[in-house]
Structures are given as C-alpha cells and as structure tokens.
C-alpha cells in the first residue's frame, strides 16, 4: 500500500510536470507537433482524473490513520483534487463565454495580439481576428484596434500582421488602428487604453481561454470594457486553457494557497 502511494504521487507529479514543461514550449514549428503535445496534455490530464484521484481516494480509505503515508498522500490529494477541479471549472466558465454577444453599442473593437509565425496569422489568433470581422459588419462606423509587439525575434510586430489580416478580409484601413509596443496581456490593455477616449464603448476581443484573465486585468485597470471571445481549435485547447488557468493560479497565488490549507484543516478535523 505503501508502496502504490508512492508510484500514485509521481504519476500525479509526473502528469502535471510533463504538461507544465510542454507549456513552456511556446514556439513549435509545426502543426503536427502542436497538436501531439496537445493530445500528450490531453491523455496526461485525462490519466490524472480517471487513474490516480480514484487510486488517492482508495489509499487514503485504506491506509493507516495519520501514518506518514497518508499524510503524504492527503496532503497531494488536495493539492490535486482542487487543481484539477479549479480547471475543469475553469474550462468550462470559458467555453461559455463564446455565449456572450457583441453589443448594440460599440465604437472600438480591441483585438488581443498572440504570437505570430514567419510573418503570418496562426489559427488561434485568426478565430480572433474572424470574430472581430464578423462583429465589425455589423458596427462599421467602429473603429479596430490590433495590439502586439514584436515578440520572440521575429521581423514585424503583431500588430502589423494582424492589420494585414484584417485589410485582406475587407476591413478599410483607415478603421485599423495599431498598437505595436505590447508583449503581454497586461500591455495590451494598458496601452490600448491609452488610444480610447474613457467615455468610448470599448469590446475587447480574444480567444475562450483567454477571457477571464483578461478581464481580470481590465477589472484591475479600472477598465469598463466588454469582452466577447473566439472558439479555440481543438488541436489547441488542452495546452493553451492550462496555461491560462495556470496564469490565473499565478496571479491569485494567495487564494490558492489559502484554500488548500483551509481544506487541509477541514479534512483533518473532519478524519
């Protein structure tokens, strides 16, 4: 029993580990391998839920009482349970923001900016772009704001191949306004708010994932804005909604934390 704890507590560390490292391979040069470490993260996360909480349940039903064994295996089972049930939340908060439509009154369209490959759009920053035409039809006295920097070496910013997107979809030039200096979520919003006037009625546009993080900045700011979101490509979705949700977990780190001890504690007096 002893044992299966420990062969369970790596394969947990080992799921989240691995998902965490392919993350951090922001650049892949194929789509081939986009979407293998998509479904790599996709069976991790899958194992995560369906093999070890169920065998964390058995070992803490099972072994000794307040043994060092299930002590350790209390401690990661919380630490996973809350992880895995905060994402799956998560997920599924986002995926309905794609419900969420433009409103009536908009007179700026703001599209977040996501890396670009060799000077072209990638498919998930295209579904923002889409999303912005389509709404732009129906509010063309608006005026469409593309921000993102030059990022990751590359030639042209962004925001300059985010223009061109959108000029070669019919968008007339002159209701394309680019900000080039932002690198993050954060200088996005905060740069762009810089070209709006405060009384404008401003809809930010991004991917499903992305929505709540964003919002969460422009909560911050001081930011009255609306948000409305693309659908992301499945090929796309395991990786970039767990990084996102990580985001948030890195911004909130406190509250977190704080709840994982709260449970702990709930749990012990509770056993």
């Not at 069976?43 to 995560?48: C, D, K, T």
């Not at 964390?56 to 350790?72: C, E, G, H, M, Y």
């Not at 991917?207 to 969460?216: E, G, M, T, W």
Request: hydrophobic residues 50%; aromatic residues 10%.
């Amino acid at each position: 029993m002893i044992y299966l704890n420990l062969v369970n507590e790596l394969i947990c560390v080992l799921c989240w580990g691995i998902t965490i490292r392919l993350i951090l391979i922001r650049h892949l040069n194929s789509e081939i391998k986009v979407a293998r470490f998509n479904m790599v993260a996709f069976v991790l996360m899958l194992v995560n839920l369906a093999v070890v909480l169920p065998i964390f349940a058995f070992l803490l039903k099972n072994l000794p009482s307040q043994s060092v064994s299930w002590q350790s295996a209390l401690i990661v089972t919380t630490i996973d349970v809350l992880s895995t049930f905060n994402l799956i939340l998560f997920c599924v908060f986002s995926c309905c923001t794609r419900l969420r439509k433009c409103p009536a009154t908009v007179q700026d369209f703001l599209v977040l900016g996501a890396a670009v490959k060799h000077g072209q759009v990638p498919p998930v920053l295209a579904t923002r772009l889409d999303k912005a035409i389509n709404c732009w039809k129906t509010h063309q006295s608006a005026k469409i704001i593309v921000s993102g920097g030059i990022v990751q070496n590359a030639k042209t910013s962004e925001a300059e191949v985010m223009a061109a997107y959108l000029i070669a979809h019919g968008i007339p030039a002159r209701k394309i306004i680019r900000e080039n200096k932002a690198l993050n979520t954060w200088q996005n919003l905060a740069f762009a708010s810089q070209l709006i006037k405060p009384q404008e009625m401003v809809v930010v546009v991004t991917s499903d994932f992305h929505v709540l993080r964003a919002r969460a900045y422009a909560r911050k700011m001081g930011l009255n804005w609306s948000f409305i979101s693309s659908k992301t490509p499945w090929r796309y979705c395991p990786l970039t909604f767990i990084r996102d949700y990580l985001g948030i977990i890195r911004d909130h780190w406190w509250v977190f934390c704080g709840s994982t001890l709260l449970l702990l504690l709930v749990e012990l007096i509770l056993k």
